[in-house]
């Protein structure tokens, strides 16, 4: 039985190095084939400047519109889903801790939506512009990717939440705090630095998605001033130029994916120190 059990456990740890090994070589082989194909065509005039007349044809210009419509949407996005997870995170772990089988249907309805791909909430965001008669603009596309990105957020949130000890909030309780006052100054000052980590991977969420904004957010080569103009995306802008049959110009598209990769690459690499500082 013993000598069984050590052959398993070198078949499954065999098994684990084979698949981490393939993952890494799969992730390298990506980067790497980005890098190749795009490092060519990036230069600071590409990052710098909005596209001109013939940028779509190979000519001058660059992709400044899709890099600062990504940060506008994705910060006002974020900053909404926060404004929305905050008080549902709070109140399902203060008011709703004695109810565990109601927290575990919400947890997993949360669940449900977070594994919702995001053009499903592409559609859902361009019904009700439909609805309302709306038309395509940053506003749109914030409301719908911050309704993709406020499952994520809350339950990253509630994660954190969870590792509080209770007996902080019966302490709370016995030196005359409200639920309310317990959860947002006893609550919200312990999970600080772990709501710093749930809202920069909303954010890293929010600023990579194509789908969601496909058709909600419209396309133009401008930096949009207000929340009613249209705006470009780097996804959109990478999808876009993939589509054109001038090779000058899918290079740029490559270009414009190593720009992405690198902002998500920073907001990860944020999210993993905020994590290590608050075990720490």
Avoid at 7 to 12: N, T, V
Avoid at 36 to 57: A, C, N, R, V
Avoid at 188 to 206: D, K, S, V, W
């Amino acid at each position: 039985m013993t000598l069984r059990r050590k052959l398993e456990e070198k078949i499954f740890r065999v098994l684990s190095a084979l698949f981490t090994l393939i993952v890494v070589l799969v992730l390298v082989h990506i980067i790497w084939s980005i890098v190749e194909k795009g490092m060519s065509s990036l230069s600071w005039q590409m990052i710098s400047q909005e596209p001109k007349g013939g940028f779509y044809f190979g000519k001058e210009g660059g992709i400044l519109n899709a890099i600062a419509g990504s940060f506008y949407l994705a910060v006002a996005a974020t900053v909404l889903a926060f404004v929305i997870s905050l008080p549902v995170a709070l109140f399902m772990n203060i008011y709703l801790i004695k109810y565990q089988r109601l927290l575990i249907s919400i947890r997993f309805f949360l669940d449900v939506l977070w594994g919702v791909p995001s053009i499903v909430y592409g559609a859902f965001g361009f019904t009700l512009m439909m609805y309302f008669g709306l038309r395509n603009s940053l506003g749109a596309a914030t409301l719908t990717v911050a309704a993709m990105i406020a499952p994520i957020m809350i339950r990253a949130m509630d994660e954190v939440l969870k590792t509080i000890p209770i007996g902080l909030q019966e302490a709370a309780y016995a030196l005359g705090s409200t639920k309310t006052e317990t959860a947002y100054k006893v609550f919200f000052r312990e999970a600080l630095p772990g709501f710093a980590t749930a809202i920069l991977l909303a954010f890293g969420r929010g600023i990579g998605d194509a789908a969601s904004v496909l058709f909600t957010a419209g396309y133009t080569d401008y930096i949009p001033r207000s929340f009613g103009e249209p705006t470009a995306t780097l996804p959109l802008a990478i999808f876009f130029q993939l589509g054109s049959p001038i090779e000058e110009v899918q290079n740029r598209a490559y270009a414009a994916a190593i720009v992405l990769t690198f902002i998500v690459l920073c907001i990860s690499v944020a999210a993993r120190l905020l994590y290590r500082l608050r075990k720490n």
